[in-house]
């Protein structure tokens, strides 16, 4: 497995994070447990300022929070100087609670709810990307309501298809997301937006994917955005102020994953945008990113204790781990490949292949398949790398398994960010009607 970040093998031969034993980690809080490499993910955003620094524009990166979404992930991307994307009342109460300056946040999301809009407006956030013509009058409606303007940007689809999985593309035409450049919906847009009262305009924003490894999607959207851009200031005489540029930059999972650099995703983007957007004269758009798995993946562990297994000669030998599919619902979802290692005997060879299984009553609950390990035993602790987007944010509670608690590594220390599930959060929210009780019987 590679190690990444502050991973790596200490004296006993155990796996370590951020200064912790991993066995010291499982005594501690139990497993599954979701491990976080606090200071990786803060490495990971000081790149992309960096990054964004060396280009000389105007920036804003902004965590796309639905990767990871807690109170303390909220606080990390402040003090890092982030701004922050929401798209649900759920992430924007979160990142509220955690104190996450308003005018930093950004609402996305094709369907947001009034409610949503509302609290979103009432909270005083930085910006809505608006998806389309029903959320823009009725964003206007709102805010009009409340006696407020509110700043947009216009989700826009370049129809640039990024080579990743069909099922996390969407910048392409055939697309739920956005306001197509292509069949003339994206300048209507600009249209109507720039004539309603309580929609200030900022500018665009383009998304074209996830998990992508090349940088000539994110230069072509650049190109078709700025030609947009110069068609929209020659035409109706608007100009961007602000150019949103999406996330969607790859991480190495498995070997053969070949993402670049932080710092090259960013040149080639600045660069891009330096070329593209020169025909607008002297002043360059403000240019946003909003990276979430890039920022957070590589940074997380999931540590399980090893239960059962069964061999079956001749064909395969399973597994099973005290989780699966409801802390990491990525392989069952998305054909999604991980690497692990036993983690408490890391030292040892691999003898033999075996594939993991989840505890949930599914056969596709398979976290991986064919993996080379030493002789696994009951009470073995397997760590699985790169969980830190995507696997607590899509976690459930299928057959009401309770879900793990995370913790943020650094230094030796250990710090719990989110507990784990009680019985009492489990059956919480449940109501038995009044009819349905059950009534104590004497005999
Ligand atoms: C999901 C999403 C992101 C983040 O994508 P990553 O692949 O995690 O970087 C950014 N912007 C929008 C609009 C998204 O939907």
Known sequence: ?????????????HLEIGGNDVTDLKAKFGTPLYIVDEDLVRLRCREYVAAFRESGLTFQVAYASKAFCTMA?????????LSLDVVSDGELYTALQAGFPAHRIHF?????????????????????????????????????????????LLRVTPGVEAHTHEYISTGQTDSKFGFDIGNGSAFEAVRVASD??????????????????????????????????IRVRNELNVAFKVVNLGGGFGIRYVEGDTPLLVSQYVKAITDAVKTHFAGLGDILPEIWVEPGRSIVGDAGTTLYTVGTSKDIPGVRKYVAVDGGMTDN???????????????????????ETVSIAGKCCESGDMLIWDLELPKVISGDLLAVACTGAY?????????????????????????????????????????????????????
């Open 1 to 13: 497995m590679y190690l990444h970040g502050t991973s790596k093998i200490n004296s006993k031969g």
């Open 329 to 351: 619902p990525r392989p069952a979802l998305y054909d999604s490949k991980y690497e692990a290692m036993l983690a408490n005997r890391a030292n040892e060879e691999n003898i």
């Open 108 to 152: 996305h999301g094709n369907n947001k709810t009034v409610e949503e809009i509302e609290m979103a407006i009432d909270a005083k956030i930085g910006c809505f990307v608006v998806d389309n013509f029903i959320e823009l009058h009725l964003l206007n409606a709102i805010a009009a309501e409340k006696g407020q303007r509110v700043n947009v």
């Open 391 to 443: 696997n607590y944010a899509m976690a459930s509670n299928y057959n009401r398994i309770r879900r793990p608690s995370v913790v943020f590594v650094k230094d030796g220390q250990a710090d719990v960010v989110v507990q784990r599930e009680s019985f009492d959060n489990i059956v919480g929210n449940d109501v038995i009607p009044e009819r349905m009780k059950k009534v104590a019987v004497t005999q």
């Open 196 to 229: 309603l009262a309580s929609l200030e305009l900022l500018g665009v924003h383009s998304h074209i994917g996830s998990q992508i490894f090349e940088v000539e999607g994110f230069q072509m959207a650049v190109e078709r955005v700025a030609q947009f851009a």
């Open 73 to 81: 992930m909220c606080r990390l991307a402040d003090e890092e100087g």
